[in-house]
């Protein structure tokens, strides 16, 4: 039986009792009042094992909530490790690559100003060799034309009757 069905029956035998004049006693049906102890007294080992057996689930649900719990807790922390991990190799990748990139850059722009100076220094050499080559060349005409004249004119004065070498 429930021990608040008996409690309930206790105060009902108790409201049901008649009270003594001018004292704060009551009389009361003793045969029913020992009858609802005696059952109170086998239905509280019963109330006390439910309750125990409550109690231990209880303890085994929050055993396995706590453990289920620090499971979640350590995968989280696992999780988040990886990603500030994965976080720190992808920053230092690209901070690697920017480097990489700039060298690049600055490789790329001393070689562009070393090929100029280099295309510049033969262009002024080549220059100098064709200022050389065509100063001969003018040269060579020159004389050639000099020469020709001289020619021209020995063979002008042969032709008139008078010697080349007067």
């Known amino acids: 039986m429930d021990i608040l069905h008996l409690v309930d029956r206790l105060e009902e035998l108790f409201n049901q009792a008649r009270p003594i004049p001018l004292t704060h006693s009551v009389v009361v ?81 001393n070689l562009r100003r070393e090929a100029d100076d280099y295309i510049l220094e033969a262009l002024g050499a080549l220059e100098g060799e064709l200022t050389r080559l065509l100063t001969q060349a003018r040269n060579g005409i020159s004389k050639l034309n000099m020469d020709r004249q001289r020619v021209n004119v020995g063979v002008d004065e042969t032709r008139e009757g008078g010697s080349p070498e007067s």
Do not use: C, H
């Open 29 to 109: 049906d003793e045969d029913r009042f020992l009858e609802i102890i005696d059952q109170m007294r086998i239905s509280i080992p019963d109330e006390v094992k439910k309750a125990q057996q409550v109690i231990a689930q209880r303890d085994r649900l929050m055993a396995q909530a706590q453990e289920e719990a620090g499971r979640t807790v350590g995968l989280a922390k696992q999780k988040s490790d990886e990603i500030v991990t994965r976080d720190a190799i992808v920053q230092a990748a690209q901070a690697r690559s920017e480097q990489i990139l700039a060298q690049a850059r600055a490789d790329a722009e």
